[in-house]
């Protein structure tokens, strides 16, 4: 059996888990906005939360390092920070307030007491969606391996099925499930309102299932072959949404799942050998869609004239004005507004810097590079103590597809999405959480 019922030692606690992902990955494919969605998964996530910590998940939490406990308190820290009531002598001296200042002063609340953040309201909000995927993290701490992959496979089978629906959106146009109403209904969506989103996503459910794939299957050739089916149908699936980075990460996932997952048992001459025939595959599928290709790869000509350069020039000038404290959490849509140029504007608003890098120092500044830091820290750390000759399953799937959210986040937004929120924090509780004896 590939998952025996007597290695499930917390039925409950996994039933739970698969049921706030299911809701997670299905309702959580569009940005944090507050709605009847949201609500859902808040309740999920709460009762998630509560069972975790009565199975034991703080026990496992305090097991954590130092560096990892700091950077995880460090997310909640910041934004509690920034609500905080200050006197107007502090508040009134912060960078980039004049606008607000000036309000202030017609309305009679000089003399108030504010916090950092333009709207604590909102930021309080955007500090409540880090619920969703904290119920996750702590879950994934206490579940075993057995039941980590359980997991796992959850993942993979959403993403089956949400390529199925994104089929059947891709050939009506987006007439059919039109769950957001998106400007890109006619790719291949899924569960997702961002063809870009649903890229990844496919690309994080093949590095989970050629992981999984090698490390189930004891005959090498069998995991390979199965390893190249699961390959063709997901890079097929991304090829349809037009995803640039979508296509990019599914051949990036391959790439690195195998690889990593080969390294321990096989000589490089048999790795570069099996790698340039996937490449002589690649080489063939892409040949064989023909026109929905050619279409992506004309997406990639056209990156210099994607309106993302204009909106990444103008806001660094906005970090610059409201640094080192920043606007507070969720507010970059009216400061962005205060201060875009009228040579950029268009018919659709800019909801997001489509470069959370950006857009964290822009809203927290100095708290936000702390959170970077302490990020890039706590990864590197535990790439350190990782040997990459015993590196396989869902930890070499986690590594991997944590590289691809932090690449894909240079460029856009996926954690703002609860679906792949749900994913990364699946990923970073099985990078982070302490060796057992079952690896």
Same mark, same amino acid.
């Given at each position: 059996?590939?998952?025996?019922?007597?290695?499930?030692?917390?039925?409950?606690?996994?039933?739970?888990?698969?049921?706030?992902?299911?809701?997670?990955?299905?309702?959580?494919?569009?940005?944090?906005?507050?709605?009847?969605?949201?609500?859902?998964?808040?309740?999920?996530?709460?009762?998630?939360?509560?069972?975790? !910590?009565?199975? @034991?998940? &703080? $026990?496992?939490?305090?097991?954590? +390092? *130092?560096?990892?406990?700091?950077? =995880?308190?460090?997310? /909640?820290?910041?934004?509690?920070?920034?609500?905080?009531?200050?006197?107007?002598?502090?508040?009134?001296?912060?960078?980039?307030?004049?606008?607000?200042?000036?309000?202030?002063?017609?309305?009679?609340?000089?003399?108030?007491?504010?916090?950092?953040?333009?709207?604590?309201?909102?930021?309080?909000?955007?500090?409540?969606?880090?619920?969703?995927?904290?119920?996750?993290?702590?879950?994934?701490?206490?579940?075993?391996?057995?039941?980590?992959?359980?997991?796992?496979?959850?993942?993979?089978?959403?993403?089956?099925?949400?390529?199925?629906?994104?089929?059947?959106?891709?050939?009506?146009?987006?007439?059919?499930?039109?769950?957001?109403?998106?400007?890109?209904?006619? !790719?291949?969506? @899924?569960? &997702? $309102?961002?063809?870009?989103?649903? +890229? *990844?996503?496919?690309?994080?459910? =093949?590095?989970?299932? /050629?992981?999984?794939?090698?490390?189930?299957?004891?005959?090498?050739?069998?995991?390979?072959?199965?390893?190249?089916?699961?390959?063709?149908?997901?890079?097929?699936?991304?090829?349809?949404?037009?995803?640039?980075?979508?296509?990019?990460?599914?051949?990036?996932?391959?790439?690195?799942?195998?690889?990593?997952?080969?390294?321990?048992?096989?000589?490089?001459?048999?790795?570069?050998?099996?790698?340039?025939?996937?490449?002589?595959?690649?080489?063939?599928?892409?040949?064989?869609?023909?026109?929905?290709?050619?279409?992506?790869?004309?997406?990639?000509?056209?990156?210099?004239?994607?309106?993302?350069?204009?909106?990444?020039?103008?806001?660094?000038?906005?970090?610059?004005?409201?640094?080192?404290?920043?606007?507070?959490?969720?507010?970059?849509?009216?400061?962005?507004?205060?201060?875009?140029?009228?040579?950029?504007?268009?018919?659709?608003?800019?909801?997001?810097?489509?470069?959370?890098?950006?857009?964290?120092?822009?809203?927290?500044?100095?708290?936000?590079?702390?959170?970077?830091?302490?990020?890039?820290?706590?990864?590197?750390?535990?790439?350190?103590?990782?040997?990459?000759?015993?590196?396989?399953?869902?930890?070499?799937?986690?590594?991997?597809?944590?590289?691809?959210?932090?690449?894909?986040?240079?460029?856009?937004?996926?954690?703002?999405?609860?679906?792949?929120?749900?994913?990364?924090?699946?990923?970073?509780?099985?990078?982070?959480?302490?060796?057992?004896?079952?690896?």
């Amino acid at each position: 059996m590939l998952f025996p019922r007597r290695e499930i030692k917390s039925p409950i606690l996994l039933g739970m888990t698969i049921a706030t992902l299911m809701a997670l990955i299905i309702l959580g494919g569009a940005p944090n906005v507050p709605g009847w969605q949201s609500s859902v998964m808040m309740v999920f996530s709460a009762a998630l939360i509560a069972s975790a !910590f009565y199975f @034991g998940s &703080f $026990a496992e939490f305090s097991k954590l +390092g *130092l560096l990892q406990k700091t950077f =995880l308190f460090s997310l /909640i820290l910041v934004p509690l920070i920034q609500v905080i009531p200050l006197p107007p002598s502090i508040w009134q001296s912060f960078p980039g307030r004049s606008l607000e200042n000036e309000i202030f002063q017609l309305v009679g609340a000089a003399d108030q007491w504010h916090s950092i953040s333009l709207n604590p309201a909102e930021t309080l909000f955007v500090l409540a969606t880090l619920t969703p995927a904290a119920a996750i993290f702590l879950a994934i701490l206490k579940l075993n391996i057995v039941e980590r992959r359980v997991v796992a496979s959850v993942v993979i089978l959403l993403a089956l099925v949400s390529v199925i629906i994104g089929l059947f959106q891709f050939s009506t146009g987006g007439e059919t499930f039109n769950f957001y109403n998106s400007s890109h209904k006619q !790719f291949l969506l @899924g569960f &997702f $309102a961002n063809r870009n989103h649903q +890229g *990844l996503y496919i690309a994080s459910a =093949l590095a989970l299932t /050629i992981s999984l794939t090698f490390r189930l299957s004891e005959n090498r050739t069998i995991a390979l072959t199965f390893s190249g089916l699961a390959t063709f149908f997901f890079i097929g699936a991304a090829i349809a949404t037009t995803s640039r980075a979508g296509l990019s990460f599914a051949i990036l996932a391959a790439f690195l799942t195998v690889l990593i997952n080969m390294w321990s048992n096989d000589k490089s001459g048999r790795i570069i050998a099996i790698l340039a025939v996937s490449a002589i595959a690649f080489f063939l599928l892409f040949q064989s869609i023909g026109a929905v290709f050619g279409d992506v790869l004309e997406r990639y000509s056209t990156i210099s004239d994607d309106s993302r350069w204009d909106i990444w020039v103008q806001s660094g000038t906005i970090i610059q004005n409201y640094f080192p404290w920043g606007s507070g959490l969720g507010t970059f849509v009216p400061v962005y507004q205060q201060s875009e140029p009228l040579e950029f504007i268009q018919p659709t608003f800019v909801n997001h810097v489509h470069n959370d890098y950006y857009e964290l120092i822009l809203e927290t500044g100095i708290g936000g590079i702390a959170i970077l830091a302490l990020f890039v820290a706590t990864l590197g750390q535990a790439v350190a103590k990782s040997q990459l000759s015993k590196l396989s399953g869902t930890k070499a799937a986690a590594f991997v597809i944590v590289l691809m959210v932090a690449l894909h986040s240079i460029v856009d937004y996926p954690l703002r999405t609860q679906a792949m929120a749900a994913v990364f924090a699946f990923c970073l509780a099985v990078i982070f959480r302490p060796k057992s004896k079952k690896t």
